[in-house]
Structure formats: C-alpha cells, structure tokens
C-alpha cells in the first residue's frame, strides 16, 4: 500500500541521538504494557527503529497491530520459519543494536535469569545475550512480586552477568515502569557505554538545581538554573549502574525515577545535605553540578518589609559556603568534579579561570561553560561544556541536548576511573 509506514514520519522530531540504531522492544504480560505505545514512539522520535516482540500474555493485554500503528513495523508474536529471533538479534548482517525489554515480568526475568527460552521475547534474549548485543531489562509488577527474594536473587544473577536490569520505582504497592523519557535516557546512555555498566556498585552523589538565599520570609537571591544538567547526569550514572543520590535544590523539571532525593533551598543546606550523605557511606565520587548562589543577606529581615514607603531597600550581602573547597579535606576518597559557570569569556579565558578553580578544591575534573552562548547554561534545553582534568588534558563537548552532554562527561569521567 505504501513504501514507508505514516508512523515513520515521526522519526526524528525531537533529535537525532538515536538515528541509525535498530532497538528490539519485548512486551510481556504486565498490564504496564499499556506504556508500550509511547516508549516505542519516544524512541523513533529521537531516530530510532523500533521492531515490537510480543509474548502471548502481552497480546491479552495490548494488540499487536496497536504496536505495528505505533512503530510501522510488524509485530513478532510468535516465531515462524522466518527465524525472526536470529534475523533481529543473530549472526546477521543488521542485527538490533540493543534489546529492550519493557516490561519485564517476574515470569520472563526468571526465565532469561535460567537460560529459559520458550517464549518469543525469551528467545530474542537468549540470541541476542549470545551475540553480545545490549540488553535492558524494565521489572514492572506488583511490589510483593518485586521483593520476592527469588526474583531478586533472579535480578542480582543478571546485573552480575552483565544484563542491567533497571530498579523501578515503587509506589501504591506496585514496582513500576518509568517513564517514557526515563527509559530513552537509560538506552542512549547504555548504547553510548556498548551496553557496559562502569558505574556499577559505585555510591554517586550529584548536586543539581539553583539554591536560594531569603532576604526576607518571602524573597530570595537567586539564578536561573533549571536542574536539568544535574538530573541529567543523575539519570545517566543510575544507567551505568551507580547507586544515586541526587542533592537537589530548587529545580524546573522533575528528578529521574531511578534515583534517591534529598531536597535543599540553601547553599548552607546543600552544603549539610553533601556532608551528611558522604559521611555516612564511603561515596565513590561527587559531582557538584548545581548552581550554588554566591551571596546571602548578612542579616535576613524576620519579616516581610514593606514597600509602602517607596525608599530604597540596601541589603549587605556576604558569601556563600564553598561547597566544593570542604570535599577533599573531608572526603579524601571521593572523586569530585566540579562545575564552573562564566559569561562573555574567550575559550582560553575559560579554561584558565576554570583550572585555576579546579586546583583550589583539590577535583580530579571541572566542567565548564559559557553561558552568554546561544543555547548554553541555564533555562536552556541544551548545552555546550569544556571537561578538563586535573592533568590540563581537556576536552569540548559541543552543543548537543543536555543527557546528551550528561552522557560525554561520564565518558570522560569513566575514562579514567
């Protein structure tokens, strides 16, 4: 009827991060299936070719041609003389670039846990595991399931093979699938990383968002960071398998379901929040993305103050607590790395100003950026940073959306734990 499917006009809308990759979505009998729809569309959405593969049970729940609507590719619900299992994830020439299995039930993570390959998304795991090809494992069932201790058993076997299977958020007594955006994130992080988790069984805290300092009850001193640098990066080290505690201060967008929270407002508070998780178990490294102010009233108003007389309103202002000149001193074992935020510098002016930052807290990376540039810094979707180590080696992320950059300092990060 046509040679290209209408749902393929969606490729691409949003980016082209995932451009060029082939990603075999597995559907299993969890009513979570209902998610299906726009994980698959997410994904094309930012490039990707999504081919569904379906258990009988999934099929109880959504149909197969919801899936082929949504994707513009056929449905696998059972395997045929067409060995489809091999022709996604084989010896081939174009085989899937990752498997994504979402959601996963207790049923098949068993199954893939015991070498069990007897239903379609089982044996596309089991070839695909074979071949060497990424696989994502998304748990969704009831909470009773998830804490069954042969199920975790069952997980911690595939985390420790070298299958991650993603730890999902419990609430109303239900483990459950993240969202859409959260999944696409962990498969550009884990495609960027072959499939490797670096990070695994490493304690990371990352600081993000903007602190606030009052003037009074009501008004603060504050900037326009938005959070998202720092969740970014939060989402992807949970990917490469880190246990994440995310120091978030006030922020525009919504941290990642796969990580802890500690919320803050001031830099006083951030600085008591960094402390106090590092202090009570060893942290393997600290990334202080956030956007710590760097004055506060010298003597905050008890109350509002009024307008009504229309004079002018002088405030002294003194420091902030450096939150990153404490870490080294206190927390000689932890990695830090630090970020550092100019405007209206030259590439050079940059780099210096930022190594010469780097030196005084002692960080093993600093991460850079001018944000007078179109489309870098704050309130942006986007970034641009410079990564320099502590040798003076350093590298230039270009402007690319920001879990895109998340993904290029963990690299850098990663490259030389």
Known sequence: MFETHPSQDILETIGTQLSGKKIALGICGSVAAVRCVDIARLLMRHGAQVIPVMTRAACDLISPELMEWATGHPSVVR???????????GNVPEPCDLVLIAPATAN???????????????????????????????????????????????????NEAGVPVFVPPVSEGKAKIPSPETVVAMVRTLLAF??????????????????????????????????????????????????????????????????????????????????AV??????????????????QAAEPAVAKVSTRSKQPYRVELKPTPKIIDGIKAAFPQTRLVAFRAQSGLTAQELYDDAFSRLQKAGAEMIVANDVSQPGVGFETTTNAVTVIHASGEKRDLPLDDKPGIAIGILQEICAVS
């Open 79 to 89: 395997l045929t003389g067409a060995i489809e299992h091999v022709a996604l994830a």
């Open 278 to 295: 590092c202090a009570a178990n060893p942290v393997h490294l600290l990334i202080a993305a956030a956007a710590v102010g760097d004055w």
């Open 108 to 158: 098949t993570i068993g199954k893939i846990a015991a070498g069990i390959d007897d239903t379609t998304v089982t044996t596309l795991v089991t070839t695909a595991l074979g071949q060497g090809i990424p696989t994502l494992i998304v748990p969704a069932m009831h909470e009773p399931m998830y804490r069954h201790p042969i199920v975790r058993r069952n997980i911690q076997q595939l």
């Open 194 to 275: 072959g499939g490797r988790q670096p990070l695994r069984g490493q304690r990371v805290v990352i600081t993000a968002g903007r602190t606030v300092e009052y003037l009074d009850p009501i008004r603060v001193i504050s900037n326009n960071s938005s959070g998202r640098m720092g969740t970014a990066l939060a989402a992807a080290a949970a990917a490469l398998g880190a246990e994440v505690t995310l120091i978030l201060g006030k922020a525009s967008v919504q941290p990642p379901e796969t990580v802890a929270v500690q919320h803050c407002s001031t830099a006083a508070e951030m600085q008591e929040a960094v402390h």
